[in-house]
């Protein structure tokens, strides 16, 4: 199948081939002509399976065709795209002007922590497509920099993520403002509870997918874990690191604090790294985050939420230092890694303390995951076999 007889047309099929983009994915087969014939849609599906295109690429297709007679008005925008973090901002809008080269569209991502001067002079002409974190767009729709009234379609890109993160009253008060008639398309990992009765006040009438897990799009990930004592956690890192000649790895830990300590623990042992945290600028972050795309940075240390959004077209390795406390986001943890059917590899390093994590996380999954022991590093405190949906009845 290929993206034009999706109903896509040269413009953006041509942008796609400049890209390397060969055949659509399983979720943009299925999204592409929901989304083309105006219908509402809710879909399930994690990142890395092309999820951005499969609506970013029919939004542009419906833009153009209503483009012809319409000019847009000052502090106006068609469509709003509505995610979690600055990062995944940055990266969506970063999606938008690639598969947008040949069209004639304005784009922006608009996010917090950051002077809003000069987001707010861009809005003075309107912008076709605007991606934004919640807070910072209720914050200029207030200051009345923006209108809503000819928005024709809305985005909620990772819901879930936004409801962990407790957007919730943001939103709700954002679509408020929305004109009634309107498309609303809603992305999330996972359809929660939470995030049904989202969709049940967002969206009407939607057409429902999922990207199941034996499809085609599912990358192609390696996960394994080593059982390690708390205390050795940080020699075994940097032991895999020289034994296994990792040339990429980005590491989740859960602290900031943490993060500033395993990367002097691990520049003791000769392996230069970075972190990004929630207590770095956005300067600083974005600046780390394209030395690690390029490759100037191997190894990065990340909190949860400052990973959020990365995208790198072949990220090799993705490694949970600390396990996730849900189980959620350690689906969405090592969707960083073999991402468009590139191979990845998913490490984490599990101590006795976290035996209630990793059994959330294996019932999630819906199999156990592959464990090894480290010679160097024999485990004195062993983590419990695992059985898979057993729930341990205390912290261990
Ligand atoms: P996403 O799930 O939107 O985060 O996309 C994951 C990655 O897949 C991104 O790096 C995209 O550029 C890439 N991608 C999306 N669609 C395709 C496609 N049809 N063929 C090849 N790569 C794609």
Redesign the pocket.
């Known amino acids: 199948m290929s993206f034009s007889s999706l109903g896509l047309s040269k413009p953006i099929t041509s942008a796609l081939t400049d ?7 399983a979720i ?1 087969k299925q999204a592409i002509p929901v989304v083309l014939s105006g219908k509402d849609l809710i879909a399930a599906a994690q ?7 499969s609506f970013v690429l029919p939004l542009l297709e419906r833009l153009g065709r209503l483009n012809d007679d319409h000019t847009l008005r000052g502090k106006r925008i068609r469509a709003l795209i509505l995610t979690p973090t600055r990062e995944l901002a940055v990266q969506v809008e970063a ?1 938008i002007a690639k598969y947008s080269k040949n069209l004639k569209f304005t784009s922006m991502a608009m996010y917090g922590g950051v002077d809003s001067a000069p987001q707010k002079q861009a809005l003075i002409w309107g912008i076709d497509i605007l991606v934004a974190t919640p807070g910072r767009l209720l914050d200029m729709a207030h200051q009345r920099a923006l209108h809503f009234d000819e928005l024709k379609t809305l985005v909620l890109d990772e819901a879930d993520r936004m409801l962990d993160m407790g957007f919730i009253d943001d939103i709700n008060k954002i679509i408020e403002r929305l004109p009634k008639q309107r498309q609303n398309l809603l992305f999330s990992a996972t359809i929660s509870s939470d995030v049904r009765a989202l969709a049940r006040r967002t969206i009407n009438d939607a057409k429902e997918i999922s990207i199941s897990d034996n499809n085609l799009s599912k990358p192609k990930i390696d996960q394994w874990l080593a059982t390690v004592d708390k205390s050795n956690k940080s020699a075994l890192l940097s032991h895999l690191i020289k034994e296994q000649q990792w040339q990429q790895a980005l590491i989740f830990i859960e602290t900031k604090h943490g993060a500033a300590k395993l990367v002097s623990q691990l520049e003791k042992r000769g392996i230069k790294a970075e972190s990004i945290h929630g207590g770095r600028t956005q300067a600083i972050r974005e600046q780390i985050l394209s030395d690690f795309k390029s490759g100037k940075i191997t190894i990065l240390v990340s909190t949860g939420i400052a990973a959020r959004g990365i ?1 790198i ?1 072949e990220l090799a390795r993705v490694v949970n230092y600390d396990l996730p406390a849900q189980a959620d986001e350690y689906i969405h943890r090592i969707g960083r890694t073999g ?2 059917g590139a191979r990845g590899e998913a490490v984490s390093l599990v101590s006795k303390d976290n035996f209630r994590e990793l059994c959330a996380i294996e019932s999630r999954l819906g199999h156990i995951i592959v464990r090894k022991e480290f010679e160097d590093f024999p485990v004195k405190k062993a983590v419990p076999i695992s059985i898979l949906n057993y729930v341990p009845k205390r912290k261990q």
């Open positions: 890209l390397g983009y060969s055949a659509p994915t943009q990142t890395g399976t092309g999820k951005t295109a999606s995208d077209g991402r468009a």
